[in-house]
């Protein structure tokens, strides 16, 4: 298993291990194994251990992508957002 560039030779990609793929794309082997168990993320289970293939990751890396809004200003990082009222001690009788 190589990392998921793959070795270039086309159209068949090698399988990456898990520390590969969660190097990839940016988590810990701990999340990787997550999802696995929740069967959130495609993978192979060769001889007891995980593989995944890199255009595998490659897909699951550009859905999680969040595009930019356009025509809206950015919010005022001086600006708090609305918080939370505090409750009052009511009078009692």
Do not use: C, Q
Not at 12 to 18: A, H
Not at 19 to 28: R, S
Not at 39 to 46: F, Q, S, V
């Amino acid at each position: 298993m190589t990392g998921p560039g793959g070795n270039g030779a086309g159209a068949e990609e090698d399988l990456v291990d898990i520390e590969a793929a969660a190097a990839f794309l940016g988590v810990t082997v701990r999340w990787m194994r997550r999802r696995v168990a929740e069967r959130a993320i495609p993978h192979y289970k060769l001889t007891g251990r995980l593989a995944f293939a890199p255009a595998d990751l490659r897909t699951l890396r550009e859905a999680s992508r969040v595009e930019v809004r356009v025509g809206r200003p950015a919010p005022d990082p001086k600006v708090r957002a609305h918080e939370p009222r505090r409750a009052t001690p009511s009078a009692g009788p």
